[in-house]
């Protein structure tokens, strides 16, 4: 068996890298490919080029060159094409994405057949999935795809994949970072073999600084992310308003940019917080050990919004755990599943501003408390966030399945 493993965008995202080059590791000679070209800065560049072997992606000139496996395949690609659009339908923006999907799929189609190939594992349930479930209907290659939280909960209709069922129930292994999503998956193809959902969780290579001693005054709560309405951001604006009307010195800091930001800045002057909150932008992913080692909490207060949108667990939660840093969470997504009150972090109900502020006077309150849920995220990142591990599992759920062409 050959694996080819398709990224949505690995030069941006950290978790793919590490998830990618702890493949191609484990598994000498895999293709990586990414669905979106190089745009990220040059350290992601510098972490991708780390991997062993090239990744490849595509140009206009490359699919052009790449027409000669539709040669070799007319009818497989006739009859992909046709069925692609009848799925997409229902759908009219998924019909044209899955057009440039399908277009994108042929220059890593083409590597795919020229390097023997033989099963296409993605990475998100998009995009890079459709180019998975090509290449099934085309080569009749294994096909196996790792689902993240916005290829899971999305209810916009504009982001509603008219093909996620129909790829579901054509892959061999269906892969979710978190058991909330696996559940959410199998109630959409409840017909598909349910042995094939696995729980796989994301993979975390992270090097931490130490903790400043003594660590700063007043005390840092960091949060960090796109600023989207997922994230509860607005929340911990108002947990810290809570904060200062009740007395107690604290710093917000927001590592991150987006369309919130006006939003944010309105409510940090409503609450009179201008003084206590920062909104620092756009962030490279070397400086979060920085801002990590200064904080004495980090703080998930993501929300569901209209639309289902949510975080699944966020990597940023990882790392913060990995930092000895106490993580401040709602139980949002499958963060129920790793943390626990008062052991592994502090719960609030999502939305709820007064309960947030009330654990983090808990937290700051108690170094007894600090110590116990330090060293207990610690050690549960350590255990479950592991590359070797959880690629290592990737790989056995994959080798186990062995899987026939999709008339």
């Not at 800065?41 to 790449?66: C, H, P, Y």
């Not at 890079?128 to 290829?151: C, E, N």
């Not at 106490?326 to 309960?355: R, W, Y």
Request: glycine share 8%; with cysteine; proline share 5%.
């Amino acid at each position: 068996m050959k694996i080819g493993y398709i990224a949505s965008h690995i030069y941006l995202h950290t978790f793919e890298i590490n998830e990618a080059s702890e493949l191609v590791r484990q598994h000498p000679g895999a293709r990586v490919y990414s669905f979106y070209r190089p745009r990220g800065s040059q350290l992601q560049k510098q972490r991708a080029a780390e991997i062993d072997g090239d990744i490849v992606s595509w140009t206009f000139g490359s699919i052009l060159k790449s027409l000669g496996v539709v040669r070799r395949h007319p009818i497989g690609f006739l009859k992909a094409a046709m069925a692609l659009s009848y799925h997409s339908l229902a759908n009219p923006v998924y019909w044209v994405k899955n057009f440039i999907a399908f277009l994108i799929a042929l220059p890593i189609l083409d590597d795919a057949e020229r390097h023997g190939v033989t099963h296409l594992h993605a990475n998100f349930g998009s995009s890079p999935a459709t180019i998975a479930w090509l290449g099934r209907r085309v080569l009749g290659t294994g096909m196996s795809v790792t689902y993240h939280a916005f290829d899971i909960y999305s209810n916009a209709s504009v982001s509603r994949d008219p093909l996620k069922r129909q790829k579901l129930l054509d892959a061999d292994l269906v892969v979710s970072v978190h058991e909330d999503g696996r559940q959410v998956l199998q109630r959409i193809a409840p017909e598909a073999d349910g042995d094939k959902f696995r729980v796989i969780r994301i993979c975390v290579v992270f090097e931490p600084e130490a903790k400043t001693e003594p660590l700063p005054e007043p005390p840092l709560l960091l949060a960090a992310g796109n600023l989207v309405p997922k994230k509860g951001f607005d929340v911990l604006v108002r947990a810290v308003g809570v904060l200062k009307r009740r007395g107690v010195p604290v710093r917000l800091r927001f590592l991150g940019e987006g369309e919130q930001r006006r939003v944010l800045e309105g409510l940090i002057r409503e609450q009179g917080v201008r003084d206590r909150v920062e909104l620092r932008g756009y962030f490279q992913h070397k400086e979060l050990a920085e801002h990590l080692a200064d904080a004495a909490a980090f703080v998930v207060p993501s929300l569901v919004t209209r639309e289902g949108q949510r975080d699944g667990i966020p990597t940023v939660g990882v790392e913060a755990w990995l930092s000895r840093t106490p993580v401040i969470a709602s139980l949002v997504g499958g963060m129920g599943e790793v943390i626990k009150n008062d052991e592994t972090g502090l719960v609030f109900p999502p939305g709820d501003s007064d309960a947030l502020a009330e654990a983090v006077i808990r937290l700051l309150n108690s170094p007894e408390l600090q110590g116990t849920i330090v060293a207990g995220g610690h050690r549960m990142a350590q255990e479950l966030f592991s590359s070797r591990k959880n690629v290592s599992s990737l790989l056995d759920e994959i080798r186990s399945r062995r899987s026939a062409p999709t008339a």
